[in-house]
């Protein structure tokens, strides 16, 4: 059974930063993919950031020079660096894995895998 399990969040004030990490475990197949995404309080989930299966690194274009995804696969372990956090970057974010990418009339699309985490919550205060 997979699971994937978050930590890391916490209160922040603006300006600040926090790593958010993501521990798989009961994998029988190599992680080919990972990302996060986060949903605040009245909206809809979003994507954060992805490392795909192509090796493309992606990002939502409100987080881009802020944010870093990596991953140790020493340690199947996927992280998100948050740095210059933001009041607005408040939401639960969500690990998820093996979603799938490709490119529907010119426009690059990645969707979500069938693998999440509970999630862990992030709170930045202004």
């Known amino acids: 059974q997979v699971q994937l399990v978050e930590s890391g969040g916490g209160l922040v004030q603006a300006g600040g930063s926090l790593t958010l990490s993501c521990a798989v475990s009961?994998?029988?197949?190599?992680?080919?993919?990972a990302g996060w995404y986060r949903q605040a309080p009245g909206k809809q989930r979003e994507l954060v950031a992805a490392?795909?299966?192509?090796?493309?690194?992606t990002y939502a274009d409100s987080v881009r020079g802020r944010f870093t995804i990596s991953r140790d696969n020493a340690k199947n372990t996927v992280y998100l660096q948050m740095n210059r956090l933001k009041p607005e970057d408040t939401a639960v974010y969500y690990c998820?894995?093996?979603?799938?990418?490709?490119?529907?009339?010119?426009?690059?699309?990645?969707?979500?895998?069938?693998?999440w985490g509970q999630g862990t919550q992030v709170t930045v205060s202004s």
């Open positions: 009961g994998c029988t197949f190599s992680i080919n993919a």
């Open positions: 998820n894995a093996q979603g799938t990418e490709g490119w529907v009339s010119g426009t690059y699309y990645y969707s979500p895998g069938a693998y």
């Open positions: 490392l795909t299966p192509s090796g493309r690194t």
